[in-house]
């Protein structure tokens, strides 16, 4: 689902498509593989529940899982999309995934739990 980009992050492409939950989401399964394959949270099957953090357009934001969503789908709330300048969804994007120390040190520097359900949606 995602390829080797840069230093700091993975590129995959994903639908993206609005969403009436409170947090982004992917399907849990493709949530956990992730978390497994690229954060490397194999050896603590309880890390797999830890957000992954993903980035539209120049907005970074905590995705979980959740069983309702397709998988290759990222759902995005509604009230995010409105803020990013991306095509209305559902549409086919190239979606940027933070690398485990770049997502862990996004979600510290602007004061998030990576284990906290509260989410920030960082600039």
Do not use: I
Not at 36 to 44: K, V
Not at 61 to 80: D, I, K, M, R, W
């Amino acid at each position: 689902m995602f390829e080797e980009f840069s230093g700091g992050y993975y590129l995959g492409r994903l639908f993206v498509e609005p969403y009436d939950g409170e947090r982004a989401a992917l399907q849990r399964t493709d949530h956990e593989r992730t978390n497994q394959q690229l954060y490397g949270s194999m050896d603590d099957p309880a890390a797999t529940d830890n957000p992954l953090v993903m980035k539209l357009d120049e907005t970074h934001f905590p995705v979980h899982g959740a069983p309702e969503v397709p998988s290759g789908t990222l759902a995005v709330p509604t009230p995010l999309l409105d803020r990013l300048s991306v095509d209305r969804p559902p549409a086919l994007r190239e979606v940027l995934l933070a690398k485990a120390d770049r997502a862990e040190q996004l979600l510290r520097w602007f004061g998030a739990d990576p284990t906290d359900e509260t989410d920030v949606y960082l600039q």
